[in-house]
């Protein structure tokens, strides 16, 4: 089978054919997507979730084979509703997610402290930090709770998330656009292989694999 690029999560469907993508898309949000995961942004999401708005995440998780998982929910330190109200809304998502047993992309800014004492707390389900920039001591300890990280390489890396980059193990990372394409996924995937010494196509094979992995309860129906 030839393995396809993975963009772990976008907004839009931008990539090309050879590309498989998964849109995160917010609550009844409507788009035009093929693969996607569903749940509520911690910058619009500014009071607790109803029954419906969660009914909706676990029914478009049974039902729908190509809705894969649940997020982009967390936590933002800089945007969004007061952090409290951010946490309780977080938990109400985490449940849902537990009950489905569905894994989570999670947003996290500022906030892994608290995302980390969550996910020790109530965590079930494969989780995902996404947009991870920060150092290898804090990508340390995500993985080390358990968690795969999901960066998206770029061309001006900083020291430190260069070093990030440089230490995280193969078998815990996707590679994302985030919707910023003035990179697309393919460049990210030769920065990220470049800076590892490794052949492009053991990347894509080894993410590929991360992504059955990760989103085994529902990959199986599209994989047979
Ligand atoms: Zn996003």
């Not at 809304?89 to 849902?96: K, L, N, P």
């Not at 490794?198 to 529902?218: A, E, M, R």
Request: hydrophobic share 40%.
């Amino acid at each position: 089978m030839q393995v396809s690029y993975i963009d772990f999560h976008t907004h839009s469907r931008q990539n090309g054919d050879d590309v498989l993508e998964v849109v995160s898309l917010h609550g009844a949000q409507d788009k035009d997507v093929k693969y996607y995961t569903i749940g509520y942004h911690p910058w619009w999401t500014l009071k607790l979730l109803s029954e419906d708005e969660l009914a909706l995440m676990s029914d478009k998780y049974r039902d729908d084979a190509c809705c894969l998982g649940m997020g982009e929910l967390g936590l933002d330190n800089l945007k969004g509703a007061d952090i409290e109200l951010q946490e309780k809304i977080f938990i109400q998502q985490i449940q849902i997610a537990n009950q489905s047993k569905s894994p989570i992309v999670i947003h996290c800014v500022r906030a892994f402290d608290r995302m980390l004492r969550l996910r020790k707390r109530y965590g079930e389900t494969p989780w995902v930090v996404h947009g991870f920039v920060r150092n290898k001591t804090l990508a340390g300890q995500v993985l080390d709770s358990g968690m795969y990280i999901s960066v998206a390489p770029h061309e001006k890396l900083s020291i430190s998330f260069k070093d990030t980059l440089q230490y995280l193990p193969l078998d815990k990372i996707f590679l994302e656009t985030d919707s910023d394409f003035t990179m697309d996924i393919k460049e990210r995937y030769r920065i990220f292989a470049d800076l590892r010494g490794i052949d492009i196509q053991v990347l894509k094979d080894q993410i590929y694999q991360n992504f059955i992995t990760f989103y085994t309860g529902k990959w199986k129906h599209h994989i047979g």
